[in-house]
């Protein structure tokens, strides 16, 4: 296996035959970035739709990576096969991300049916934003039928990224406020299907209805988001999930709303690698000599912010 | 009142006079953006420094506000002035925010020498790191020596706030594992300050022990950041987190660290501010019949983002 080549289109084929450690790199290639992921985009990005993606995002603790286990064994026992993708908040200063979720997922490591893998980003603002649909459509390409992305539901990117997803879950746990935060951190507006998992303990009841008042206020379109109790550590509730994940599907399906989101995404991703490449020209702007001299006046109070950023772009433009 | 006006100069000289609906129309602007708010910027622009901020940022819940409301008491007991930014990560789709944390601070609202703000974004990514320093420097200008920045430090926007501060103070919660999802988000890394409030809980030991080892693995630089345990409902260790901030602005006017921070500080903001206004001109290149017909070609599958993306780059500069 150490043999295997790092060029995208071998490593595509390799994994199409079935071989783990070429979608681990071709994975990494994807965080990672740059030309060689740029390579592998334009390899698979004929490919598209056949996945399902469904997005799933809460608070930390919440118990996602339970429930995303819980889901894996449903899924499997309908012979389904699903592909995770579990999106970690990594420190924007060390690029570390902890792992320790994965445990939770081992007893589905050995299985040819489930991928599981831990996305981070390096550092970049947005990396993710940039990075999940890429590694979407890889695992799209590989045939993979289901695709379920799960995040830290409390970042504006988080948010975005599960939001982005065919159907969203958002998982709350019983308990007064946890609605509340939920609402703040913009996931009332997302959920597709509300779940209340560690739905044993105590407050589950006050939850549903904070749920049920707060949809009641808000805007609802034709569909109706459910609210479900699970424990996913029991595996109570997960089969009714999976029950309303495939409803909401075939409800987008019929009126034609799966197309339309789907656009959207792509709208959405189009938007960010254009701003991530004009960005990109910021920060060579940045390391001039002319850039440091307009920093010291500004350090004085001698120009403001916005005419110093000003002459910054005209400075970037006249490079072209 | 009511006839106050709406023009950044003559609002600045009102709030200047002591009208808090002076200074609360100059946030709303800063809030809102746009040319107002620019106009304002380029009157605030030369009163740098002034003001001493303090970061204050940890998970929904840690209580932040509490221990803002404590410290603000402090403050006052010294005879110090005090203004405070709780920065609301509202909701990305109705551009809502709950302003329940508020109500905990309803003891300091009849008081001259304590100033309190909540900030929202109205919708735009990145909106609120724009307007952060622009509220600070209207405040500066006002001249509040003090100005304490509140984020929910889940996001990493919030982080980012934060970490931009003079003093960033990190607030986590006794028990397993809220060090772990602190370090998860980044917090360690921006961390002069750690604070374990509710520390009449069980469990605060552990968490010392937590970020004391967490600490040890990474590298520090001269300062070592100290771990303070707070009850804020009971004001207990408020006034030794006081002398604390106290003591790091100290070390970091000695060191010469205070104008290294505010360079790097002025430096993002000079990178966010140009990114945005390049955003601006994509978002009027997406609108273009053009454009429409790339989204086809992409939905189709028929090109791949990033080769449109450059399409539309080259569409946007031919404009100027």
Known sequence: ????????????????????LALARLM????????????????????????????????PGSGKSSLTAALASVVRAEEERLAILAIDPSS??????????????????????????????RGHLGGLSLATPQAIRVLDALDWPWVLVETVGV???????????????????????????????????VADIFVIN????????????????????????????PILMTVATDQVGVDELWREIAAHREYLENCGELKARRIRRIDAELSEIVTRSLENRVVATMDRPETAKLKEQLMRGEIDPYAAAAQLISMAEDDN
């Open 1 to 20: 296996m150490n043999r295997l080549s790092r060029d995208p289109v071998a490593l595509l084929k390799a994994a199409r035959e079935g071989q783990r």
């Open 28 to 59: 990494s290639l994807v965080e990672r970035g740059g030309d060689e992921a740029r390579l592998l985009g334009a390899e698979t990005y004929s490919h598209v739709g056949g996945a399902y993606t469904v997005g799933m995002t809460g608070a």
């Open 92 to 121: 924007p200063f060390t690029g570390g991300a902890i792992l320790g979720d994965r445990v939770r997922m081992q007893d589905h490591v050995m299985d040819d049916g489930i991928y599981i893998r831990s996305m981070a980003t």
């Open 155 to 189: 970042g504006q990117v988080e948010v975005d990224i599960a939001g982005a997803a065919d159907t969203t879950i958002v998982v709350v746990n019983p308990g007064w406020g946890d609605a509340v935060q939920a609402n703040k951190a913009g996931l009332m507006e």
């Open 198 to 225: 560690k739905a044993d303990r105590k407050g589950a009841d006050d939850t549903r209805r904070d749920i049920q008042q707060m949809l009641e206020l808000s805007s609802l379109g034709e569909w109706e988001p």
